[in-house]
């Protein structure tokens, strides 16, 4: 029941927000005065099934935590924000990767998208994104094991140039 992954994000003209984790459930909080005042009540995003820490084989501890950023380009998302996390809600032997998208400072969210675009029954995990302040591309990287039967891991770079609607993958 710890409250984990705050990760804040700002956008173009200073609007505050933060994410993070808390009893299998993701949420957000947000500030359009430079911090000063905050929302009486957090917004819930998505459900976290299997919460923050999850279990994956050859790791003590593996956490599934939300990453928060927001795309301050001149593109045409320019003030969306973007979450990312593992989750289990395929179950235990099949973590993956998820991302959702606002484009109204997160009264709404889309959807969850699964990133990774293997088959069931493989652990994905351990996400970070970044967005291209430039183009407003959405790049999540993450550990992926799709190609093997045990504990080897390789490293996945996931990129969306459609608003974070669609990712490709790349090993």
């Given at each position: 029941?710890?409250?984990?992954?705050?990760?804040?994000?700002?956008?173009f003209?200073?609007?505050?927000?933060?994410?993070?984790?808390?009893?299998?459930?993701?949420f957000?909080?947000?500030?359009?005065d430079?911090?000063?005042?905050?929302?009486?009540?957090?917004?819930?995003?998505?459900?976290?099934v299997g919460?923050?820490d999850?279990?994956?084989?050859?790791?003590?501890?593996?956490?599934?935590?939300p990453?928060?950023?927001?795309?301050?380009?001149?593109?045409?998302?320019?003030?969306?924000?973007?979450?990312?996390w593992?989750?289990?809600?395929?179950?235990e032997?099949?973590?993956?990767?998820?991302?959702t998208r606002?484009?109204?400072f997160?009264d709404?969210?889309?959807s969850?998208?699964?990133?990774n675009?293997d088959?069931p029954?493989k652990?994905?995990?351990l996400?970070?994104?970044?967005?291209d302040?430039?183009?407003?591309?959405?790049y999540?990287?993450?550990?992926d094991?799709?190609?093997?039967?045990?504990n080897k891991?390789?490293?996945?770079?996931?990129?969306?140039?459609?608003?974070?609607?669609?990712?490709?993958?790349?090993?």
């Amino acid at each position: 029941n710890t409250a984990e992954g705050a990760v804040p994000a700002v956008t173009f003209d200073g609007k505050a927000f933060v994410a993070w984790s808390n009893q299998g459930k993701l949420f957000l909080d947000r500030s359009f005065d430079g911090g000063e005042l905050w929302l009486g009540n957090d917004i819930t995003v998505e459900e976290q099934v299997g919460g923050w820490d999850l279990k994956v084989p050859g790791h003590d501890r593996c956490n599934g935590m939300p990453v928060l950023m927001t795309d301050n380009s001149k593109g045409p998302y320019r003030g969306s924000l973007y979450l990312v996390w593992a989750d289990q809600r395929n179950g235990e032997e099949d973590t993956d990767i998820w991302s959702t998208r606002s484009h109204n400072f997160g009264d709404n969210w889309a959807s969850p998208t699964r990133v990774n675009n293997d088959g069931p029954g493989k652990h994905q995990y351990l996400p970070w994104m970044a967005v291209d302040q430039e183009t407003g591309y959405v790049y999540i990287v993450y550990y992926d094991r799709r190609d093997h039967e045990d504990n080897k891991t390789d490293v996945y770079l996931a990129y969306s140039a459609d608003g974070g609607a669609n990712f490709k993958n790349i090993k």
